[in-house]
């Protein structure tokens, strides 16, 4: 794979890529106090503004900002017409997938995936089986984890169907950056993004047959580390921030307890996981759910977002099939690329991975957040040990993957400004028509030479411009 | 809007009502306690524990077995964080509230009360001390942190349910303190010899921790006297503190809210109102000021019950 890392500004000359050019100018001609300032203003309006992180299992409610870069990444038009078609035709795959697993089953059939592998998985959820959604739609909401390669092509890492976050730093990068260089955007034709919310709030009230569908949206509450993002994203779209306890069963539907009596409920947009959205049904001790949620959904009479069961599609055991997915329903070929994936629980794999720890990255196959993972390279020879020893108790929970060299960035640092490693989530919504704003989440390791960009661990995000197509040279 | 939401905002403005109204007892309090050590004669020792008998936490008080000194009186209210009416943990409570529902206010509302909390931090760290007195300059800035919030809410945020529940909280709060400063003050007044310059003193430290003694000058034109001083604050409608203004707003507040919920709610406070409309001194002697305020208190804090029940208990 070579060490070589593609820098997405500047080419292996050292000179801005074109569509960086006009930046590289403006950056050339600001001065550093400048920058100072106006990242000081930034630390500011975050703060001000509450947009923080609160760490999982921070009890006190201890609130950390986000790192924002102020230097934008910036794709070309022709680059992102590209990756939103080979999107939109992987979401579309593996809906088609969940709907398949869930009725006729036809790909386990065909023998394309192991049946086990799907039946036996933790996400896959019985109680979904027969159970005919609107439009067929499971993941209406996606957040794709996208790299780039050293080799300058794209690679999907992820296809996070569960509870995808991150998309209101999309939104506040923007609006941040907006605030603070509105030069910039006269000297650049860049995609907006602010229509998120009313996008996403389309998508939700499609996917029910109710007339004027009652959309909430529904949070674990203060405590969760996207509390600020559930907030913020009700507030976008106009809707009702629920937890469990405003919330109740009644006679077949769902109901919201408001101060002018009980509300029915047709749409639940959730950022709860699935085994905590009904104590009757799955987690008994769950706080969080609703009791009774589970059979109301299963009359079809209220509609989940995403839908219950949709985790088994972005299991990490099951990502290596998504090509195999797109092929087998949409007869089409795959347009962006799979990560090549060692499968922990085949011993001739296993072995392979062993046997190349310090090259591989390491991850647990229902793992999220980049905790339990090892990263090879950047691993020291005690890390590596201790991690093959859980690896051979257990390697049904693992999958390997090269480590990829993922593309650098500049960014702000105290010492002026050095390259640092980014990956990219775009936000699919998928109601009767499959949308995404142009961009995403650029995610970045602020740490020198790390890979990893989860804000859990230290990362940092940027803003993110798709430029106009006929900006191109 | 949803109870919970509803609850969140009635709380948040409740307790920072009572962070307010903390710092005004012992604001005044404290010069009380000044004016008392440069004269013996009126060094009464129930002066210092006078605020703690208006918030009930007497008994609070004695179990830390600190000294009965005002200094140490006011560290308990002001800083203690075992006591849960502290100005210190009310301020917490009204922005831990604040802060579950952020999306329900204007981000004005929502920084001053963030900017208010992160402050009151940094002052705690400096104030390590805990026989440190607690500075006048303390109590001040809390009444002008509070008074901000009001003007912010007022000017800022829609008219809607939000708002009315935001101000529901106030003065169900406000009329309570109220009732409560009254009642121990006039005790006390009682309780010694009609000293004119004593009683200027004192009734006009009553009159100063409700913001009231300008009104009263107006309103009276005459030396302050106790009958007066129970007759403003109880009866006068344009008193922003008294019991029938605070009854009076409660009740345009109600008639605001969704009326196919919270009957209860409006038959309590219509109740309260007619006798804060058509009573007068004469019955309130009747009965005994002390019987007076004290049914006012518990039919307040009934009426504040029906108004849990009837919009902000979310019923699963």
């Given at each position: 794979m070579g060490n070589h890392i593609f820098n997405e500004m500047s080419d292996e000359s050292g000179f801005a890529r074109p569509h960086y050019e006009t930046f590289d100018q403006w950056l050339k001609g600001i001065s550093r106090e400048t920058v100072q300032v106006k990242q000081t203003e930034a630390d500011l309006i975050f703060r001000r503004t509450g947009i923080t992180f609160s760490l999982n299992g921070d009890e006190g409610g201890t609130e950390r900002l986000i790192p924002s870069d102020l230097i934008p990444r910036i794709i070309h038009g022709k680059e992102w017409a590209h990756l939103e078609k080979g999107l939109v035709q992987r979401v579309k795959a593996i809906n088609m997938f969940l709907h398949d697993v869930y009725h006729q089953q036809n790909i386990l059939k065909a023998g394309l995936i192991p049946t086990e592998h799907v039946l036996a998985?933790?996400?896959?959820?019985?109680?979904?089986?027969?159970l005919d959604l609107p439009h067929h739609i499971y993941a209406h909401i996606a957040g794709v984890d996208i790299v780039r390669h050293s080799d300058g092509d794209f690679y999907v890492?992820?296809?996070?169907?569960?509870?995808?976050?991150?998309v209101s730093y999309m939104l506040s990068n923007r609006l941040l950056m907006m605030r603070l260089f509105p030069d910039l955007f006269r000297r650049y034709a860049v995609r907006p993004v602010e229509h998120y919310p009313a996008l996403l709030l389309q998508t939700l009230r499609s996917a029910s047959w109710v007339d004027q569908p009652t959309v909430v949206l529904h949070t674990p509450g203060r405590f969760n580390s996207a509390y600020f993002e559930h907030a913020f994203l009700a507030k976008q779209m106009g809707i009702e921030l629920v937890e469990g306890s405003d919330l109740f069963v009644r006679q077949g539907h769902v109901y919201m307890q408001t101060t002018e009596g009980p509300q029915q409920v047709d749409v639940i947009y959730r950022r709860v996981d699935d085994v905590y959205m009904d104590p009757l049904s799955f987690e008994p001790d769950s706080l969080i759910g609703v009791p009774g949620l589970a059979s109301v959904y299963r009359q079809g009479n209220v509609v989940i977002s995403n839908a219950l069961g949709t985790g088994v599609a972005d299991d990490k055991s099951i990502y290596p099939y998504v090509p195999d997915m797109i092929r087998f329903y949409l007869d089409e070929t795959p347009i962006l690329n799979n990560v090549q994936t060692w499968q922990c629980r085949k011993p001739d794999e296993l072995s392979y991975v062993l046997a190349h720890l310090s090259q591989l990255v390491v991850k647990e196959v229902?793992?999220?957040?980049?905790?339990?993972?090892?990263?090879?390279?950047?691993?020291s020879k005690a890390e590596i040990e201790s991690f093959a020893k859980r690896l051979k108790a257990h390697p049904d929970n693992y999958i390997a993957q090269p480590t990829l060299s993922l593309s650098a960035c500049p960014v702000f640092v105290d010492q002026g400004i050095a390259p640092r490693h980014i990956d990219l989530r775009p936000f699919v919504l998928m109601g009767k028509d499959t949308r995404i704003v142009p961009g995403g989440l650029t995610r970045v390791a602020l740490r020198e030479g790390s890979l990893v960009v989860n804000s859990s661990q230290g990362g940092g995000t940027k803003d993110t411009w798709v430029l106009e197509d006929e900006e191109l040279l | 809007m949803l109870s919970r939401v509803a609850a969140q905002l009635y709380w948040l403005s409740r307790y920072l009502e009572r962070a307010e109204n903390m710092a005004r007892i012992l604001e005044v309090g404290q010069s009380l306690a000044l004016l008392s050590s440069s004269d013996n004669s009126r060094a009464a020792p129930d002066t210092v524990s006078e605020p703690l008998v208006i918030t009930d936490t007497l008994a609070a008080f004695e179990a830390t077995g600190r000294a009965t000194r005002s200094d140490q009186v006011a560290q308990f209210l002001a800083?203690?964080?075992?006591?849960?009416?502290?100005i210190f943990n009310c301020i917490q409570s009204c922005r831990e509230n604040a802060r579950s529902v952020?999306?329900?206010?204007t981000v004005e509302m929502w920084e001053c009360i963030n900017d208010t909390w992160l402050e009151l931090l940094a002052r705690k760290k400096k104030n390590k001390q805990p026989d440190h007195p607690v500075d006048s300059g303390f109590f001040e800035w809390i009444k002008q942190r509070s008074h901000l919030f009001r003007g912010v809410t007022f000017a800022t945020i829609q008219r809607d349910q939000p708002y009315h529940f935001i101000r529901l909280g106030t003065y169900l709060e406000r009329a309570d303190n109220t009732a409560r400063i009254l009642s121990v003050k006039t005790q006390v007044e009682q309780a010694e010899s009609n000293d004119l310059v004593d009683d200027y003193y004192r009734l006009g430290a009553v009159l100063r921790s409700v913001s009231a003694l300008e009104a009263y000058r107006d309103t009276y034109r005459d030396a302050i006297d106790a009958d007066r001083v129970s007759e403003l604050l109880i009866f006068n409608a344009r008193v922003p503190r008294s019991l029938h203004f605070c009854i009076d707003e409660t009740t345009y507040i109600l008639n605001q809210l969704p009326q196919q919920t919270g009957r209860e709610a409006r038959k309590r406070c219509a109740n309260l109102l007619t006798h804060l409309k058509f009573g007068s001194l004469r019955e309130v002697y009747e009965s005994g000021l002390d019987n007076y305020l004290e049914m006012f208190v518990k039919e307040n804090i009934a009426l504040a019950e029906s108004v849990q029940t009837d919009y902000l208990e979310s019923i699963a």
């Open positions: 998985n933790a996400q896959f959820m019985p109680m979904m089986l027969g890492l992820e296809d996070n169907l569960r509870v995808p976050s991150g229902h793992g999220a957040g980049g905790y339990g993972m090892l990263v090879g390279p950047t691993a | 800083w203690d964080t075992d006591h849960p009416s502290s952020r999306g329900a206010m």
